[in-house]
């Protein structure tokens, strides 16, 4: 289970008049618990959306109040918390950092007590399990957008993390990718949580938080959440 | 006409290339060491002729490897462009003997590392260099971030040539292709923020925290 309890971000920010720099709120404060399957963060740019998803493996520390997952705080077991939550990135080229697929994955299996064989058979299960046996060994430069974002989630899941986030992962994916990465999302045993523009997506998942100017202006259901964000961007628009 | 478009450049140690030669399949502890010993022999031994018998044995070694030449060449080239440059200025400041010897040991050298890394798997290479930094672990420092550090410097070479080329490219869009500003201003800048989402890429994977 993940916990937020009275998490507020802040951040630095410049002063355009020259003076010290101020201390903006970029989300909260925000107190919930997420026990669904599959939640999903909606929201439009720069409402805080991310700083939330980040909070949950602790690429974010709350300024103050915590973020628990399964009992375990963000800010004082930051290893442990990322052992078992996973995380994706919007865009796959900032998340692989190995040459090729199969490097890529071996990385992300070099925190479990493996020998390189085991790594290699366990990463090349990991490419094939997403359909990727055959491009194991080709440049990550040479693969395509949706390819890169499928290694992405192979690297992620290799280590069978008990929880998924994901930061827009379709967001740069053409309609045929979006499709099959939200497919493949939808079918891990892992409880979800995924920030998405996508609304369609969003109607899928079992409970909806609406993300607006820092704060989480609706949680619930997905049909009433969406049609909450709808209204939000048209008062807005 | 240009022709096909190649792929980015993969920076001057390339990429692995699969296969199973003896190069391929001897340890990459023992390739490391020996491409040591070869770098220093290439520095501690003088002269043209003994410059031409290292990149001989780079050669060799390139040919036993069986891997295309392509793989290493096209890394080669930013080599080579160095390698004349620097052997043109020591012709005119120290003679014809010496540009040789420093110009080819230079090409020797780089060829033999090309070989190593296009023989040898990344997650292999980690594992050495994090059993050759195990001794760091007495100063505090872990192993196994030292040898990512490293891994990640060599991964890093091509991501920042291709930074500066998609640089170079949106200042030719604007029209500011003359104007030195323009591209490396954005393109450290870019640089900056590749490093700190590569940072971010490891700590989301819980990589280097041991």
């Known amino acids: ?179 099959i990465v939200d497919a493949l999302l939808a079918d891990l045993p892992q409880q979800v949580v995924v920030v998405t523009h996508d609304l369609d997506a969003a109607l899928q998942a079992d409970r909806v938080l609406v993300v607006d100017d820092g704060s989480v202006v609706f949680d619930g259901p997905p049909p009433e959440a969406v049609a909450h964000y709808r209204a939000l961007m048209q008062v807005g628009a | 006409m240009s022709g096909p478009i190649r792929p980015p450049w993969a920076g001057p140690l390339g990429l692995y290339h699969p296969g199973t030669s003896v190069i391929h399949r001897a340890p990459a502890g023992l390739k490391l060491a020996l491409l040591a010993v070869f770098a220093i022999a290439v520095v501690a031994v003088r002269g043209p002729v003994s410059a031409l018998a290292f990149l001989g044995v780079a050669l060799l070694a390139q040919l036993v490897a069986r891997v295309p030449w392509h793989r290493t060449t096209r890394g080669l080239v930013p080599a080579l462009l160095t390698a004349a440059l620097i052997g043109a200025y020591q012709w005119w400041a120290r003679g014809w003997e010496t540009a040789v010897e420093v110009a080819v040991d230079l090409v020797a050298l780089v060829l033999l590392g090309a070989v190593v890394t296009a023989t040898t798997r990344a997650d292999t290479l980690l594992d050495v260099l994090a059993r050759v930094a195990r001794p760091l672990r007495h100063v505090g420092l872990s192993p196994e971030t030292v040898a990512l550090a490293v891994g990640l410097f060599l991964r890093t070479i091509p991501v920042l040539a291709r930074m500066s080329l998609e640089t170079r490219d949106a200042a030719r869009a604007r029209g500011l292709d003359r104007e030195p500003r323009a591209i490396v201003v954005p393109a450290a800048v870019r640089m900056v923020a590749h490093a700190r989402a590569t940072g971010d890429a490891l700590a989301a994977r819980g990589l280097g925290e041991d």
């Open chain 1, 1 to 179: 289970m993940i916990a937020l309890d009275d998490v507020l971000v802040t951040a630095y920010s410049p002063d355009p008049a020259g003076g010290p720099d101020r201390v903006v709120r970029l989300l909260g404060p925000v107190s919930l618990e997420l026990v669904e399957h599959r939640v999903a963060i909606v929201g439009a740019n720069g409402s805080g959306k991310s700083t939330l998803a980040r909070l949950l493996n602790g690429l974010v520390l709350p300024s103050s109040g915590t973020v628990r997952v399964d009992g375990l705080d963000t800010a004082r077991d930051g290893a442990a918390v990322r052992r078992r939550v996973g995380f994706m990135f919007t865009d796959p080229d900032a998340q692989l950092v190995m040459p090729t697929p199969v490097e890529d994955v071996a990385l992300s299996l070099r925190r479990l007590s493996m020998t390189p064989t085991e790594r290699d058979v366990a990463a090349r299960a990991a490419l094939a399990r997403f359909g990727l046996a055959d491009r194991a060994e080709v440049p990550v430069h040479a693969l395509s957008g949706g390819q890169r974002q499928l290694l992405a989630l192979a690297s992620v899941l290799a280590t069978e993390p008990a929880v998924l986030v994901a930061d827009e992962p379709t967001t740069l994916l053409d309609l045929r990718w979006r499709g």
